[in-house]
């Protein structure tokens, strides 16, 4: 008897990037996985702490999500990624991820 219940089993070439930047008060190593799963949300990865979070650009204006998602307790830290993250992630509308 299986214990549990397989939702997906999904094989893909992806394109992945990564992006070292600093800030004023810290280094930052990313890796952004562009796949199709996800809503094609891309996944981030830092690989500082081994954090991963799902965003798209619109998702990056919400500072306090970055915050809370990177486990960041300077706001101004904060700004300066989403304002990275903004102009280096896809735009999607909120439509697209919820009605595909």
Do not use: W
């Amino acid at each position: 008897m299986e214990m549990y219940e397989r939702l997906y089993d999904e094989t893909e070439r992806v394109n992945v990037r990564f992006i070292g930047m600093t800030t004023e008060n810290a280094r930052y190593d990313f890796g952004l996985v562009y796949t199709n799963m996800f809503f094609g949300k891309p996944l981030i990865t830092c690989m500082q702490t081994g954090r991963s979070f799902l965003m798209c650009a619109e998702e990056a204006e919400d500072v306090d999500f970055l915050k809370r998602s990177l486990k960041l307790n300077d706001v101004e830290e904060a700004q300066a990624l989403s304002e990275f993250f903004k102009v280096s992630l896809p735009h999607m509308s909120r439509e697209a991820q919820y009605n595909e």
